[in-house]
Nanobody
Framework: VQLVESGGGLVQPGGSLRLSCAAS??????????ISWYRQAPGSEREWVAT????????HYADSVKGRFTISRDNAKNTVYLQMNNVKPEDTSVYYC???????????WGKGTLVTVSS
């Protein structure tokens, strides 16, 4: 299983950005799974941002992004998205996606995409 994040870049405060996490080696429709976004700012611990579950499409968010970020899945494209609106400088981080797949041992991580929020 490989996860590849994309969509990062430089964005102004108050702007929007959409991150993508494309999965290969695993088909979304084949097994129940949970996919999450995490982020890690320079000098900080990696923190959880949002999660979507395949069984019921339920979503969960960290308080710091609730109301601004939206996580979603596209089974046809085997991709999970993170729509980031009204971004703030404190959202500056490397963003990673992680997959936990029923029946497979361990977690799968992507290599991350950098988001910089600055004017």
């Amino acid at each position: 299983v490989q996860l590849v994040e994309s969509g990062g870049g430089l964005v102004q405060p108050g702007g929007s950005l959409r991150l993508s996490c494309a999965a290969s080696g695993f088909t979304f429709s084949s097994r129940p799974h949970v996919i999450s976004w995490y982020r890690q700012a320079p000098g900080s611990e990696r923190e959880w941002v949002a999660t979507v579950t395949s069984t019921d499409d339920s979503t969960h968010y960290a308080d710091s992004v609730k109301g601004r970020f939206t996580i979603s899945r596209d089974n046809a494209k085997n991709t999970v998205y993170l729509q980031m609106n009204n971004v703030k400088p404190e959202d500056t981080s490397v963003y990673y996606c992680k997959a936990v797949i029923l029946g497979r041992r361990g977690d799968y991580w992507g290599k991350g995409t950098l988001v910089t929020v600055s004017s």
